[in-house]
């Protein structure tokens, strides 16, 4: 019942700026927290940056001071922009996020991810 669409993919050389978006959909109660991840080939995936209801924010080491995390939760939507970028962070970024969807007398908590989006950093 709960559907992540991201947006934004696309190519840039190392240095440019890239924006990703993610809306989410359904009969949300409420999201507790949103966040990306990102899959290189032939790497595990990580999580890059969370964010909660309340705006706290957290990052992976290797992009903190370049992408900044931020939601709009009148809009169920959050975004990654993402600012002097390298080739190393070429991958598929994927949107997720965790809430309570249902009604006011029949809930239950869901935690779920986009399809991806592709980001490629051309040197």
Request: some cysteine.
């Amino acid at each position: 019942q709960v559907q992540l669409v991201e947006a934004g993919e696309g190519l840039v050389q190392a240095g440019g700026s890239l924006r990703l978006s993610c809306v989410a959909s359904g009969d949300i109660l409420s999201i507790d927290a949103m966040g990306w991840s990102r899959q290189a080939p032939g790497k595990q995936r990580e999580l890059v940056a969370t964010i909660t209801s309340g705006g706290s924010t957290k990052y992976v080491d290797s992009v903190k001071g370049r992408f900044t995390i931020s939601r709009d939760n009148a809009k169920n939507t959050v975004y990654l922009q993402m600012n002097s970028l390298k080739p190393e962070d070429t991958a598929v970024y994927y949107c997720d996020a965790e809430g309570l969807v249902g009604s006011s007398s029949y809930y239950f908590r869901f935690q779920t991810w986009g399809q991806g989006t592709q980001v490629t950093v051309s040197s």
